[in-house]
Structure formats: structure tokens, C-alpha cells
């Protein structure tokens, strides 16, 4: 496969990532030849986790604002491994169209019961705010925001983490 575009994905690309994380990579390839109109796999080997996609497929997850492939395509060095497709990820931005999912999406994390989804709904947040803003958003965190997301997920109840993530998706100047 011709790839296209490599980068750290998961947890050690927005900073979460503890001692027991395991690595995940987001690998965009060329066109695949194939049955199927989409192309996409996901695998585990020895605690590597993998998504390769095929770049039609990508674009159409990007424009339709599925999180995982959105921060791929805002995904800066250090943590990209390989990019033959720099200067068109640097001109992509998103209107609006992307906010409903990630609400729902932030919804559904914030009530997901686990801390990590709840920490999930923070981050998501974050980079929804800049979305609005701008049109992009950088998938790594700072260190000040992984320290506020840590401790606002494991301090509040479901409902208050959730008007903090939607305080935070639409913070100020935002409607």
C-alpha cells in the first residue's frame, strides 16, 4: 500500500498516556484496490494498535466529523511519523457541519461511566472550542489542559462534567 500519511494516534497523541499505554497508529494510504466502496481496517498486535485508511475514506470520516480522523488530519510533529500530504492537511478546515457529532459524541462520553470516556468528553470539548474558533484544532493537548482534564473528570458527577464540556465547547465569544 502507498502510504500517504502516518501519525501517533490515541492517548500519546493528546497527551493522556500513562506507563500502560499501549501505541496507536492512524495510517492514511492510497487508493486500495477493493470490492468495497470504503476502505478501513483495524488491528491489535502485540499492543500496537492500528487504523489504516484509504484516503477517500478519510476525507469522507473528516467531513463528516468522526473524531479519530480529525485528529489524524490536525496531528503536528512530533507525533507524525510520515507525510507526503502536508501542505493539503495544513489547508483543511471544517465549518460547521462537524458540531453535532461531537456533541453527541461529548454527551456520550460525559455519561459513559468510565473516567477515561469522561476525560474523552473534556478533551473533545477542547477541541470542539477550537473548531468553532478556527476551523482546526490541535489533538495534543497542553500540559495545563491534560492536568485540568484529569482532575475535572474524576471530581464532578455526570451531569455537572457535562455542562463543563459544553461550557468549554462554546466558551467565550462562542454561540
Given at each position: 500500500?502507498?502510504i500517504?500519511?502516518?501519525?501517533v494516534?490515541?492517548?500519546r497523541?493528546?497527551g493522556?498516556?500513562?506507563e500502560?499505554s ?6 492514511v494510504v492510497g487508493?486500495?484496490?477493493t ?9 491489535i ?8 485508511v484509504?484516503?477517500g475514506t478519510?476525507?469522507?470520516?473528516c ?5 479519530q480522523?480529525?485528529e489524524a488530519?490536525f496531528?503536528q510533529?512530533?507525533?507524525v511519523?510520515?507525510d ?8 483543511w ?8 457529532k461531537y456533541?453527541r459524541t ?6 459513559g461511566g468510565?473516567e477515561?470516556?469522561?476525560?474523552h468528553?473534556l478533551?473533545?470539548?477542547i477541541?470542539?472550542?477550537?473548531l468553532?474558533?478556527?476551523g ?5 493537548l497542553?500540559p495545563?489542559?491534560v ?10 458527577d455526570e451531569d455537572?462534567?457535562y455542562?463543563?464540556a ?6 467565550p465569544?462562542?454561540?
Amino acid at each position: 500500500m502507498d502510504i500517504l500519511f502516518k501519525t501517533v494516534h490515541g492517548s500519546r497523541l493528546y497527551g493522556l498516556n500513562h506507563e500502560d499505554s499501549d501505541y496507536d497508529y492512524y495510517t492514511v494510504v492510497g487508493k486500495v484496490k477493493t470490492a468495497k466502496a470504503k476502505y478501513s481496517t483495524h488491528k491489535i498486535v502485540d499492543e500496537v494498535d492500528s487504523v489504516v485508511v484509504d484516503f477517500g475514506t478519510w476525507i469522507n470520516l473528516c467531513t463528516s466529523g468522526v473524531p479519530q480522523a480529525l485528529e489524524a488530519m490536525f496531528a503536528q510533529p512530533p507525533h507524525v511519523v510520515y507525510d507526503d500530504i502536508s501542505s493539503f492537511r495544513e489547508g483543511w478546515t471544517l465549518g460547521t457541519q462537524v458540531f453535532d457529532k461531537y456533541l453527541r459524541t461529548v454527551k456520550s462520553f460525559a455519561y459513559g461511566g468510565t473516567e477515561k470516556k469522561r476525560r474523552h468528553a473534556l478533551r473533545l470539548a477542547i477541541n470542539l472550542n477550537d473548531l468553532a474558533r478556527t476551523g482546526r484544532f490541535n489533538p495534543t493537548l497542553s500540559p495545563v489542559d491534560v492536568e485540568w482534564i484529569k482532575t475535572m473528570a474524576s471530581a464532578l458527577d455526570e451531569d455537572d462534567l457535562y455542562r463543563l464540556a459544553l461550557d468549554t465547547a462554546w466558551g467565550p465569544g462562542l454561540t
